[in-house]
């Protein structure tokens, strides 16, 4: 069972049953407004509290801005094409391409691209992305080697491994060891998709050459806040003990059941942040988009429970949230 048999097609134009964000989207439409005739002065170290945008991209992916700089998490705009997937059955292993055109229409700018495992629904359109507007690409070493496999040059690639501390422009990031979501029954790491992917690939490549390399999360400090990075159903708990996000994007699958106690000993970990929206929710494409919209809420419920005091935030496709 691969991520191409558990994936149907996905209309996200259809999917619009979720809280509504849309007047928050009109705030952001506002505060870029005012960014784009003020400008961008950047700042050398950009750590008084300012305004972020967030915009879910589907699966884990998201755009975090904060007029200045422009950071994408596991971008996968594929998901949303219409080419396979329509056939719960298929399995082959096919050659995989990202969907340029869905690509095209949605991402104009990135300066950097945060990779959390190489599964293809993390790592399939970065390497076009980075290509196409000069991104970094920040992953570990499987996921450099499968964009390598693209062309992406090494002055576009940081590879890390994890507990890295980086300072950047505008912005710092912290490499979070993390642990991929408990598939099959906890049966994942049973498989050849929870390997490493060596040098020397060249593109076109099949799915299962998209293999995990291990997960990461990452705590991006920018504009005064600190955002949480997961794009898992999973995690370890001392790993995220004391990094105190206000912002946190939490896996949120099914899979987060297997595991003891989920939500309420991630945000205790966490020091109970003061809004979570849930990531990696709607995709492998294994269930309808009613079932996928139920699961959320659950999770959202989850949270609630876990911790009362914080804001969850069930994000519509391509609506940025404005944070102040
Ligand atoms: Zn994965």
């Known amino acids: 069972m691969s991520h191409t048999n558990l994936r149907q097609s996905l209309n996200w134009r259809r999917f619009d049953c979720l809280a509504g ?12 407004v005012v960014m784009a005739a003020t400008g961008p002065s950047r700042p050398t170290k950009a750590r008084t509290r300012g305004a972020i945008q967030l915009t879910y991209l589907g699966n884990a992916g998201w755009r975090i801005e904060d007029g200045h700089s422009v950071v994408l998490v596991d971008p996968n705009l594929s998901q949303f094409r219409n080419k396979r997937g329509t056939d719960p059955n298929n399995d082959k292993d096919e050659i995989i391409a990202p969907d340029t055109a869905q690509i ?64 950047f422009d505008g912005f710092s990031l912290k490499v979070i060891l993390s642990l991929h979501s408990p598939l099959l029954r906890k049966r994942y790491f049973n498989k050849p998709w929870a390997g490493s992917a060596p040098r020397g690939l060249k593109a076109p490549l099949h799915e299962s050459a998209f293999v995990e390399g291990g997960s990461l999360a990452y705590l991006l400090r920018i504009a005064g806040h600190r955002v949480l990075i997961m794009g898992t159903m999973n995690f370890i708990e001392r790993e995220m003990e004391g990094l105190r996000p206000d912002v946190a994007l939490v896996g949120a699958g099914s899979s987060r059941k297997e595991n003891f106690d989920y939500a309420d000993r991630l945000l205790r970990a966490l020091g109970y942040p003061a ?38 935030i069930a994000p519509q496709y391509f609506q940025p949230i404005s944070l102040p």
Request: charge should be negative.
């Open 21 to 32: 964000i849309i007047s928050l989207a009109a705030i952001m439409i506002g505060a870029t």
């Open 104 to 167: 095209d229409s949605r991402v104009h700018r990135a300066d950097y691209i945060l990779i959390t495992d190489a599964h293809e629904d993390h790592l399939l359109d970065a390497p076009y992305i980075s290509n196409k507007t000069g991104a970094v690409i920040i992953g570990h070493e499987t996921a450099a080697n499968i964009a390598r496999a693209y062309d992406v040059p090494d002055e576009k690639l940081i590879t890390v491994r994890r507990g890295e501390d980086y300072d």
């Open 275 to 312: 809004v979570v929206f849930p990531t990696h929710w709607d995709s492998y494409g294994s269930m309808s988009e009613e079932e996928a919209t139920r699961g959320v809420q659950e999770f959202v419920t989850e949270v609630k429970v876990a911790s009362p005091k914080t804001r969850v």
